[in-house]
């Protein structure tokens, strides 16, 4: 039982178009992050969701969008992609109250060409 | 700001060797200290973590940490090194009172066992 997945596990796009990752959670969270990891492997933290609120939003453009239709779903939506966009993004979960102990997804790595 | 410095980007120790991988952080008060491993094409598996108390800490597949305030440092061990061990590690702190839910990782070390 996966208990945080990410779909798709690879995504292949042009620059300019619009993409979403999602992600889902089946541990009985109730918060939920998105992480970038750059090629040189640095993971830093977007956004953070807690029952459908957003709690963190890091200097991200705004062509990021978060969207949380439950608090089990944390969906990234990107714009315009660019080249700059090319990372592995990771979804995670943890309880409220336990904000230190995230279960990670097992990433999505996008590739803007 | 916190900030995590993990000074290693590389350590390639043999099998059965013991392994220490270093962890520094800048913080204005003692925040929550983490280890996560990350194995190829994987996401991140939390290892072990301090909030208080003994400064040694357990974690999972045989690693332990020690939290030396003196030196601000949270240094990862393991007596002896498996190959199954080779993967990336990221050193994380977290403010024990504000910040929010906010994770700060260091760049990560990558350990590469020689059989």
């Known amino acids: 039982d996966t208990a945080v997945s990410q779909t798709p596990k690879y995504l292949v796009t042009q620059m300019g178009n619009d993409k979403s990752i999602k992600c889902e959670q089946n541990l009985g969270h109730d918060t939920m992050y998105w992480y970038k990891q750059d090629s040189k492997k640095f993971l830093k933290i977007m956004f953070s969701y807690n029952n459908k609120e957003l709690i963190i939003n890091e200097t991200v453009p705004n062509r990021f969008s978060p969207k949380s239709p439950d608090k089990a779903h944390l969906n990234l939506h990107i714009n315009s992609l660019e080249l700059g966009d090319s990372a592995v993004y990771f979804c995670?979960?943890?309880?409220?109250?336990?904000?230190?102990?995230?279960?990670f997804g097992p990433g999505t790595r996008l590739t803007v060409t | 700001a916190q900030s995590v410095t993990q000074p290693d980007i590389h350590i390639t120790v043999s099998e059965g060797a013991s392994l220490e991988l270093r962890c520094n952080y800048s913080?204005?008060?003692?925040?929550?200290l983490f280890w996560y491993v990350q194995s190829p094409g994987q996401g991140l598996q939390l290892l072990l973590k301090y909030f208080s108390g003994d400064t040694l800490v357990q974690g999972i597949k045989g690693f332990e940490a020690e939290f030396k305030r003196s030196q601000s440092s949270f240094n990862l061990r393991k007596p002896s090194v498996h190959w199954s061990d080779a993967a990336e590690y990221f050193c994380?702190?977290?403010?024990?009172?504000?910040?929010?839910?906010?994770?700060?990782f260091g760049t990560g070390t990558q350990l590469k066992v020689e059989l």
């Open positions: 913080y204005g008060a003692t925040p929550y």
């Open positions: 994380a702190v977290s403010p024990i009172t504000g910040g929010g839910n906010k994770l700060t």
């Open positions: 995670a979960s943890s309880l409220r109250d336990r904000p230190y102990e995230q279960y």
